[in-house]
């Protein structure tokens, strides 16, 4: 019995911290209230409250979660695209379902300016999982030092969160297309060389 307690539970709290994740990623941080991000999570105030503390807290949990996210994805990318998972990352990065789809997209874009703007606390989660996903990108690319590969890896981190948000904010869908091919295209001449899977010694 109090494992089924605990496990509705944990769906309840599961189910709001989806819920402010999307909410964030669509409305940004001042855009949406607890008593919204509630109503998405089909729970009341009262029940946000008790389980995520605060608009802050969850926020700051909502950044956490999406950053997992991809440091989940990289690694799929890296072992099912091999020496061309730069290039299918970043066509699907700037794809437009992707830029169409606010509330379910990537945490970098969505929410990087919000962090801008957090406390301290926020922006060391941020930096903290940012630090693991460039690490994590840094990794399969071919370069003179780990360090020119790390390099490689944050300027390749910018220009697909930026060239994101801003193919986002356009108003012709042909001019946001445009950017989209162009960003791709600087992410992989960014990139550069690319080890293959067989490259890899694990």
């Given at each position: 019995m109090n494992k089924q307690i605990l496990s509705k539970k944990e769906e309840t709290k599961n189910?709001?911290?989806?819920?402010?994740?999307r909410s964030f990623r669509e409305f940004g941080?001042?855009?949406?209230?607890?008593?919204?991000i509630a109503k998405?999570?089909?729970v009341t105030s009262g029940a946000f409250y008790?389980?995520?503390g605060s608009k802050n807290a969850a926020f700051n949990i909502s950044v956490s979660v999406g950053l997992d996210e991809v440091?989940?994805?990289v690694p799929h990318y890296r072992s099912?695209?091999?020496?061309?998972?730069?290039?299918?990352?970043?066509?699907y990065y700037l794809g437009k379902a992707h830029r169409d789809d606010?509330?379910?997209?990537?945490?970098?874009?969505?929410?990087?300016?919000?962090?801008?703007?957090g406390e301290d606390e926020t922006q060391l989660i941020y930096e903290t999982k940012m630090k693991i996903i460039s690490s994590l990108m840094a990794d399969r690319l071919v370069g003179e030092s780990a360090q020119n590969c790390l390099e490689r890896a944050w300027a390749m981190l910018s220009v697909l969160i930026g060239g994101l948000?801003?193919?986002?904010?356009?108003?012709?869908?042909e001019l946001s297309e445009e950017i989209a091919k162009t960003v791709i295209g600087a992410a992989i001449q960014i990139a550069g060389l690319v080890k293959a899977n067989r490259d890899i010694i694990n």
């Open positions: 189910r709001m911290i989806d819920a402010a994740g941080y001042g855009g949406i209230g607890v008593d919204g998405a999570a089909g008790a389980h995520l440091i989940a994805a099912e695209y091999g020496k061309d998972w730069v290039k299918a990352f970043a066509e606010l509330a379910c997209g990537c945490a970098m874009a969505s929410l990087t300016p919000e962090v801008v703007k948000n801003i193919a986002r904010a356009m108003k012709s869908d």
